[in-house]
Each structure stands twice: as structure tokens, then as C-alpha cells.
């Protein structure tokens, strides 16, 4: 199932078999466990991706100790629906109070993780993009369309939880581009 954000009902949300109070009190237990966490969420209880336009932002492919990432502005209307997730904490209700929830959307950017296997990444692209070059060919104020997953993760060495979107698919070629003056500014 694909979704825009717009069309997200967060009481449809849901984890599948997961348990944080257990997974939490496991990792206190056990602190030699791998310390973060992730989890698929599901709508309406069935996997889902979202779909949605933009263009590429700030210096594209981010690379980060916590992996890389593509910087990514959006139509302020899935901006605005996305940023909800910032008071989301339905599914977040059973973790400890010493707890920090991170928001999904972080200033006017969103943040959508590439995963690498192999030292390639795992999304689909209609350009060649590699975790190798020192230039991506995703460039600043590209227009794109992506499909992301949307995931959850908890990190227990630093209390903190939280949701992601790792990348499925970018496409640079397609019918309808974004229209421009419906992005929100960005900072260069």
C-alpha cells in the first residue's frame, strides 16, 4: 500500500508484535545487545510505504557517522503532515520516562536514510548514485519523487527514540514535477 503523508491517520498506525516495556527491560538486563533498535510500523495492520515530491536540498547525500542520508525539501503540505509525528506518542507510550523522542522532521528538512549492503545502496534509482563518490549526481534543487518506508527506532545506550524514513525508491524523471513556490524556503 502507498500512502501520501496527507492520507496518514496515526490511529491506524501500529507495530507488529513489539513490545518496548519487554525490549527495554531486556536491554537493562542484557547490555551487551545490540543498543538501537528498529521496527516496522504498519497501517491498518499491513506494510505500507509514502510517496511524495520534492527536491533535493543542502548538499544532497549526507554522510554521518550514523550512516547516510539524502536531504530532501518537501511540499509544505506533506511537511506540515509529517511534522505531526513531532507529538506522536501513541506507540511511543510504553517506553521509560528517562526517554527522549526525536522528531521525525528537523527544521525545514527532511532526512530519508540510504542503506548500504556491500558498500552499495539498497535504493532503487534512475540515475547511478554510489556511496563512493565524492559528487552525487543528486544535486542540489533536483526535483525528485521518493518512496520511503516508514520505521521506528529506539536507541538504548542514549535514551532516545524515534522515527525514520529509509529511502525505497527515487525517481528523477516523472510527469508532474513539484511546484516550487509551494516548497518551504530553505537555508542554503
Known amino acids: 500500500m502507498k500512502l501520501l503523508p496527507k492520507e496518514l491517520d496515526l490511529n491506524q ?5 513489539f513490545n518496548f516495556s519487554k525490549a527495554v527491560d531486556a536491554y537493562d538486563k542484557e547490555p551487551d545487545l545490540k543498543s538501537i533498535c528498529s521496527i516496522n510500523l504498519h497501517y491498518q495492520k499491513k506494510p505500507f510505504s509514502l510517496v511524495f515530491k520534492g527536491e ?19 511540499e509544505e503540505e506533506d511537511m506540515n503532515a509529517l511534522g505531526t509525528f513531532s507529538n506522536f506518542s501513541i506507540i511511543f507510550q510504553d517506553l521509560p520516562q528517562n526517554f527522549t523522542f526525536n522528531p521525525l522532521v528537523k527544521g525545514e528538512l527532511l532526512f530519508l536514510k540510504l542503506k548500504q549492503v556491500d558498500n552499495r545502496y539498497t535504493v532503487a534509482c534512475d ?5 563512493n563518490d565524492e559528487v552525487s549526481l543528486l544535486t542540489n534543487g533536483q526535483a525528485v519523487e521518493v518512496e520511503t518506508s516508514l520505521r521506528m527506532y529506539i536507541n538504548f545506550e542514549n535514551s532516545t527514540a524515534g522515527f525514520y524514513l529509509p529511502l525505497v525508491n527515487v ?17 542554503q
Open 13 to 17: 498506525l501500529s507495530t507488529f508484535r
Open 56 to 74: 533535493i536540498a543542502g548538499k544532497g547525500i549526507y554522510k554521518t557517522e550514523f550512516g547516510h542520508s539524502l536531504g530532501l525539501a518537501i
Open 171 to 187: 525517481k528523477t524523471k516523472f510527469d508532474t514535477p513539484p511546484t516550487p513556490k509551494k516548497m518551504k524556503k530553505l537555508v
Open 127 to 131: 540515475i547511478p548514485i554510489d556511496p
